[in-house]
């Protein structure tokens, strides 16, 4: 459930956030971090609140390696594959996502090499975490052999950059929208959620102020404050970390 359902106070924007302790385990190139993936509609933001590491990124723009800190704020658009590498073994930060329960929904592609991208079935088995290795209670191994091999995905892609510019990731962005068609079908019903109600809250306050102050007036005695928390005893086993609740 929405933020707008469970408190009736939506996040500013629609957004969604985890937290995110990155994981500090060793991937098939030397360096500990989390799996190489990408969004085909959300942006994605990191909060980096303790550690030292950095996120490495193949866009439009070329490959990057962008440092976070504490205090770093870095954000990427949609088609972006990021790795986070946790260079300290302390990196942890809250990500905000665009879109409220988009990518919960399934909206995220695992950088996998070609030949997985290719066979849905392959992908799936591939990509999908058994249910005891869904959370930290279970067993870390199947999430980390989806790490490895997304990291080896990675290297495939950078080479495919190097090589070919930024029409290099031409094939993995058709798979990744190819993977997420049938899922998208219920994808609008979340964005009619909490990002319209907000975008259109906030339309109908701005109208209000201009023509009508006494509604303005009264959409302000509806104010209200919630909260809830981020850090519960059971978390998840997600693609860069161990994920706290998410609120979306």
């Not at 929904?105 to 996998?112: I, P, Q, S, T």
């Not at 997304?150 to 495919?160: Q, S, T």
């Amino acid at each position: 459930m929405t933020p707008e359902v469970q408190f009736g106070v939506p996040l500013p924007g629609g957004t969604s956030v985890s937290h995110v302790k990155v994981y500090d385990t060793v991937g098939p190139d030397g360096l500990a971090g989390g799996s190489p993936h990408l969004h085909t509609v959300c942006t994605e933001a990191y909060l980096v609140i303790a550690g030292e590491g950095m996120v490495q990124t193949l866009s439009g723009e070329g490959y990057a390696e962008t440092p976070l800190t504490a205090g770093t704020i870095a954000w990427f658009s949609p088609g972006t594959i990021h790795r986070l590498i946790n260079l300290d073994g302390r990196l942890e930060l809250y990500v905000l996502m665009s879109n409220a329960g988009l990518p919960e929904a399934g909206d995220m592609v695992l950088a996998f090499e070609p030949d997985l991208l290719a066979d849905e079935a392959r992908y799936r088995a591939a990509a999908d975490l058994p249910p005891d290795g869904a959370t930290t209670d279970g067993h870390p191994d199947p999430a980390r052999a989806r790490r490895d091999l997304a990291v080896v995905g990675f290297g495939h892609w950078a080479d495919e950059v190097r090589a070919h510019g930024d029409a290099g990731l031409e094939p993995l962005h058709r798979a990744a929208v190819g993977l997420v068609a049938e899922r998208s079908a219920g994808w609008a019903a979340l964005l009619a959620g909490d990002p319209t109600i907000d975008l259109q809250r906030s339309q109908a306050q701005i109208a209000a102020i201009t023509a009508d102050p006494s509604e303005a007036v009264r959409h302000l005695a509806t104010s209200g404050i919630r909260a809830t928390s981020l850090l519960p005893l059971t978390r998840r086993m997600g693609c860069c970390g161990t994920l706290g609740t998410v609120v979306h």
